[in-house]
């Protein structure tokens, strides 16, 4: 497709498809070209390979690309909890009340994703966690694996003694012969609709981590599973249950091709709005939003802040029964590809809208401008945070706004008093 007049327009439909489709399958694609500029959307592999010291590949100031070198930092399963572990211990250090924690000895700020350990390098500490709650469930998943492959619950230490143990030796064979896993606490009480779990897939887009300036898509979607939950071990085996994934759920007997077992958050709103209210609702949305950010800079100060690069980010979040939002996961390439007619307005509207901010109005790309683009190029994005912004109202403004003391770059439309109510961490 082109970029004209900022907007993204397709050739034709067939072009569309299989642009898409590509996207994923070829690596990366031309996206738009004329004499004078390339924009390119590339896949991760591609990244590494374009900024490898051995390629010795320079690109231009017209030149883009939709990844930060490094993008694995936030990206991978491992890493992500390695940097937000790091970023709670430099924040107790520096005396942040950001980090304050409660007479259990929790974080009552930064605690949004569930106790994790990486595997084999955590055994030890993983069996003490364990043994403390012996009817738990936890559930591994692979480091570098996407769409749900590799991943497994367990609630027994035989069932992970007998996937990485040498029963000779009594000890785990090495890093190199396995490929490395995380395990994580299971989250067994989520928010169920119709009885069935649930996650959200919202869109982040990162345009520069330093400063932090990011953006929140406001077209997400809820993706859910076809079998109704149940907590009991007996199915602690069946992926239909447990795994929202779609590449997992659309071999479903109970798939449905229509709407594809999603609902937009729009949609998700309104039912919590009806039924648990709009405050404790808009709450919810706040906190989610709080947990985006702290997660982005958790990695901004290990980020590769290349001046050519730009991420669109696929957020993956679980909602418990008490509304406490969960960060499980976050993609760098995010599915564009459609499963249903609404999955592709909303992906053509991704793309096009993404695009309009990395490359205001359709112009010749230029890696040094300030990365601000003005409102009216926004389309179904809203900034999420400015850091350049949020360092004039002072260094405890995440605090005070968490406590909903002071509002930030946006504040919530006003409820039921006709007064604004200030969101909980802005």
């Given at each position: 497709?082109?970029?004209?007049?900022?907007?993204?327009?397709?050739?034709?439909?067939?072009?569309?498809?299989?642009?898409?489709?590509?996207?994923?399958?070829?690596?990366?694609?031309?996206?738009?070209?004329?004499?004078?500029?390339?924009?390119?959307?590339?896949?991760?592999?591609?990244?590494?390979?374009?900024?490898?010291?051995?390629?010795?590949?320079?690109?231009?100031?017209?030149?883009?690309?939709?990844?930060?070198?490094?993008?694995?930092?936030?990206?991978?399963?491992?890493?992500?909890?390695?940097?937000?572990?790091?970023?709670?211990?430099?924040?107790?250090?520096?005396?942040?009340?950001?980090?304050?924690?409660?007479?259990?000895?929790?974080?009552?700020?930064?605690?949004?994703?569930?106790?994790?350990?990486?595997?084999?390098?955590?055994?030890?500490?993983?069996?003490?966690?364990?043994?403390?709650?012996?009817?738990?469930?936890?559930?591994?998943?692979?480091?570098?694996?996407?769409?749900?492959?590799?991943?497994?619950?367990?609630?027994?230490?035989?069932?992970?003694?007998?996937?990485?143990?040498?029963?000779?030796?009594?000890?785990?064979?090495?890093?190199?012969?396995?490929?490395?896993?995380?395990?994580?606490?299971?989250?067994?009480?989520?928010?169920?609709?119709?009885?069935?779990?649930?996650?959200?897939?919202?869109?982040?887009?990162?345009?520069?981590?330093?400063?932090?300036?990011?953006?929140?898509?406001?077209?997400?979607?809820?993706?859910?599973?076809?079998?109704?939950?149940?907590?009991?071990?007996?199915?602690?085996?069946?992926?239909?249950?447990?795994?929202?994934?779609?590449?997992?759920?659309k071999h479903g007997d109970d798939y449905n091709h229509i709407h594809g077992g999603k609902w937009t958050v729009s949609n998700l709103r309104l039912y919590l709005e009806s039924t648990r209210g709009k405050e404790v609702t808009n709450k919810l949305f706040d906190e989610i939003h709080w947990i985006i950010v702290q997660s982005l800079k958790a990695v901004a100060p290990v980020m590769n802040?290349?001046?050519?690069?730009?991420?669109?980010?696929?957020?993956?979040?679980?909602?418990?029964?008490?509304?406490?939002?969960?960060?499980?996961?976050?993609?760098?390439?995010?599915?564009?590809?459609?499963?249903?007619?609404?999955?592709?307005?909303?992906?053509?509207?991704?793309?096009?809208?993404?695009?309009?901010?990395?490359?205001?109005?359709?112009?010749?790309?230029?890696?040094?401008?300030?990365?601000?683009?003005?409102?009216?190029?926004?389309?179904?994005?809203?900034?999420?945070?400015?850091?350049?912004?949020?360092?004039?109202?002072?260094?405890?403004?995440?605090?005070?706004s968490r406590s909903g003391q002071s509002s930030g770059v946006k504040g919530n439309r006003a409820r039921d008093s006709g007064k604004p109510i200030l969101t909980t961490w802005k």
């Open positions: 497709f082109r970029i004209m007049a900022g907007k993204v327009k397709w050739v034709t439909d067939i072009e569309k498809s299989v642009l898409i489709n590509n996207f994923e399958k070829r690596g990366w694609i031309q996206v738009a070209e004329n004499e004078d500029w390339n924009f390119y959307w590339m896949s991760v592999q591609t990244i590494r390979n374009v900024f490898s010291v051995e390629t010795g590949y320079r690109l231009s100031d017209d030149q883009i690309v939709n990844h930060f070198p490094n993008h694995y930092e936030l990206t991978r399963k491992d890493l992500m909890v390695k940097n937000i572990k790091r970023y709670r211990k430099e924040l107790e250090k520096e005396g942040s009340p950001l980090a304050e924690k409660d007479e259990n000895g929790k974080y009552i700020y930064l605690d949004f994703v569930p106790v994790t350990f990486m595997l084999p390098a955590d055994y030890n500490l993983f069996v003490e966690e364990f043994r403390k709650n012996p009817s738990s469930t936890w559930i591994m998943k692979p480091c570098g694996k996407a769409q749900g492959k590799g991943i497994f619950l367990i609630n027994k230490l035989s069932q992970i003694k007998k996937w990485s143990r040498d029963s000779k030796t009594s000890s785990f064979v090495s890093q190199s012969s396995k490929e490395a896993y995380v395990i994580s606490l299971y989250i067994n009480n989520p928010l169920l609709i119709g009885g069935k779990k649930f996650d959200l897939r919202l869109y982040v887009l990162v345009s520069t981590y330093r400063p932090l300036r990011c953006y929140m898509y406001k077209l997400g979607f809820c993706r859910f599973c076809t079998v109704k939950y149940t907590p009991s071990t007996s199915e602690l085996d069946n992926m239909f249950v447990h795994l929202t994934n779609v590449a997992i759920q802040n290349d001046k050519h690069c730009f991420e669109c980010y696929g957020y993956d979040i679980i909602i418990d029964d008490k509304l406490k939002p969960w960060l499980i996961e976050v993609n760098a390439s995010p599915s564009l590809t459609s499963s249903t007619a609404n999955d592709r307005i909303l992906k053509y509207n991704l793309i096009n809208d993404t695009l309009n901010i990395a490359v205001p109005n359709g112009e010749i790309p230029d890696c040094k401008w300030n990365k601000s683009p003005p409102k009216e190029v926004l389309g179904n994005y809203e900034v999420l945070y400015d850091e350049e912004m949020a360092q004039s109202d002072g260094p405890d403004r995440d605090l005070r």
